[in-house]
């Protein structure tokens, strides 16, 4: 769901079983056990289910790109549930419930991944993870690109295992089921493994994205827009990096933070009148409404150039500026000259255009990784 979502709990997801059953009594007690057995109701989790019987229709279809691309008021789930005759249980507010109906709603059609998710035994909650991270470089190496996200060269580090206190040993996202689990066989786990679940996920495939006007961006919706720089990066005290950024209608910030590393000296490269599309989630900031960068499409490069005083034409000195737009003297003649007679000096740019994107490591969950474009399409259409 959204990435964006300001109550969201994690990742902001949300799960979907299709069930062959001939009544929903049976499956509306394990539901609720389960959740009554493993979420965190006592701190507050708002967790929600929802039971229909029969395929999603069009408006359950809608409702879920609703929940990837915008923010749903909670009436409105309730509202959908009854015209669709989905059944809902709910804890507190029940919030979880724009999301329960939104997974049911789910529309992978336009793309999909894998996720194969291992558990840990009970008794393991909480320790650190027992995996030998050499295997995981190993089975990147000998997966990618079928599999990805798995390590993030730049930090070093391995990718797969959450940090956080909760029952997920590891995460392998794959663009088939065959894949992440090869992959997972070739991992040298040192903790026994409860089960292992594949799902089809809608992760990586940046649906989360519209494109959009600079004049029609809102707060917490994920954009494309089509743009050119208008004023130069500068990187602030924290090291995050902000440039502006303007299309037909109006005028954006862009950022570039920190913890997207290296990604921050290729934004730094940017300058005024670089034709740019940029991909990421529209905050509103103290400075007005900015976009935090996850990928970055340079299209065309706007020619750097620099003025610097001339050779004196009559003693073949370098002459001096008299200050900006007010011509040259010569030091040593004392020859004057206007500005246009100001040597232009064309500068070797330091990027090329191209694709860039964040690392693994500060990409988030929706974010197609550029190794991706293409490849899964075509796996798609096979
Ligand atoms: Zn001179």
């Known amino acids: 769901m959204n990435p964006n979502c300001p109550y969201k709990t994690r990742g902001n997801a949300a799960i979907a079983l299709k069930v062959d059953a001939e009544a929903i009594d049976p499956l509306r007690k394990i539901a609720v056990e ?45 509202r959908l549930a009854e015209e669709v005759g989905a059944e809902l249980v709910y804890y507190h507010d029940g919030r979880g419930v724009v999301g329960a109906l939104a997974a049911i709603g789910a529309d992978l059609g336009s793309g999909k991944t894998y996720e194969l998710i291992a558990h840990r035994t009970r008794a393991y909650w909480g320790t650190v993870r027992r995996i030998d991270p050499a295997s995981v470089f190993e089975m990147d190496r000998a997966t990618r690109p079928y599999t990805f996200d798995n390590v993030d060269y730049e930090a070093g580090e391995i990718r797969i295992a959450p940090h956080t206190p909760c029952p997920v040993l590891l995460g392998i996202r794959g663009i088939n089921p065959e894949a992440v689990k090869r992959a997972y066989e070739m991992l040298r786990i040192l903790e026994p493994v409860e089960y292992v679940t594949i799902f089809e996920t809608n992760q990586a495939t940046d649906p989360h994205y519209r494109r959009l006007r600079i004049a029609d961006l809102r707060d917490g919706v994920s954009a494309i827009i089509d743009g050119t720089v208008s004023e130069a990066p500068r990187t602030d005290a924290g090291g995050h990096v902000f440039f502006k950024l303007r299309d037909d209608a109006g005028e954006i910030y862009c950022a570039a933070y920190e913890p997207t590393k290296s990604f921050r000296k290729i934004v730094s490269k940017l300058i005024p009148r670089d034709e740019v599309t940029v991909f990421g989630a529209v905050k509103l900031k103290p400075q007005g409404l900015t976009l935090n960068l996850e990928k970055i499409l340079v299209k065309r490069l706007a020619e750097r150039i620099v003025r610097r005083p001339p050779i004196c034409p009559a003693c073949g000195r370098r002459m001096k500026s008299l200050g900006r737009n007010k011509g040259y003297r010569c030091r040593v003649c004392g020859l004057k000259l206007g500005e246009d007679a100001a040597e232009v000096i064309k500068v070797r740019r330091e990027i090329k255009p191209g694709f860039y994107e964040v690392p693994p490591s500060a990409r988030r969950h929706l974010t197609k990784p550029l190794m991706l474009e293409g490849l899964l399409r075509d796996h798609q259409h096979r």
Not at 62 to 73: G, K, Q
């Open 34 to 78: 389960v959740v009554e057995e493993y979420s965190e109701l006592d701190e507050g989790a708002e967790t929600g289910i929802a039971f229909l019987r029969g395929e999603p229709d069009e408006r359950l279809r809608s409702f879920y790109w609703r929940a990837v691309r915008e923010l749903i008021p909670l009436e409105d789930a309730f």
